[in-house]
Nanobody, 124 residues
Framework: QRQLVESGGGWVQPGERLRLSCKASGFRLRYYAIGWFRQAPGKEREGVSCIGIGGDSTGYADSVQGRFTISRDHAKNTIYLQIDNLQAADTAVYYC?????????????????WGQGTQVTVTS
């Protein structure tokens, strides 16, 4: 049974940092491209970051460029999203997703497997 489980979200103030984790079970993430998405209340789910199978190719939405960093840990079968300088606009449920194709995109329809999400709330 293939599963993805996100963790690391919580309540923070503007300017703080979080590192979100996405741990896979039932399959090996090293053979999948990975995406991070978020969905705020009343808005559609949007892609914020992605990484290819080889780890050389990464992508970020313009709105998060310079503050978000995606990475892999094959030994732990886990991917991470580090978020620096959190802002109120970052408040959302964050989801990780895995794609059998190698490239990685910010398009929701590309991905085959999804986690249940972790809540990030940024308030002063």
């Amino acid at each position: 049974q293939r599963q993805l489980v996100e963790s690391g979200g919580g309540w923070v103030q503007p300017g703080e940092r979080l590192r979100l984790s996405c741990k896979a079970s039932g399959f090996r993430l090293r053979y999948y491209a990975i995406g991070w998405f978020r969905q705020a209340p009343g808005k559609e789910r949007e892609g914020v970051s992605c990484i290819g199978i080889g780890g050389d190719s990464t992508g970020y939405a313009d709105s998060v460029q310079g503050r978000f960093t995606i990475s892999r840990d094959h030994a732990k079968n886990t991917i991470y999203l580090q978020i620096d300088n959190l802002q109120a606009a970052d408040t959302a449920v964050y989801y990780c997703a895995a794609d059998r194709n190698p490239g990685g995109t910010l398009t929701k329809a590309t991905y085959d497997y999804w986690g249940q999400g972790t809540q990030v709330t940024v308030t002063s």
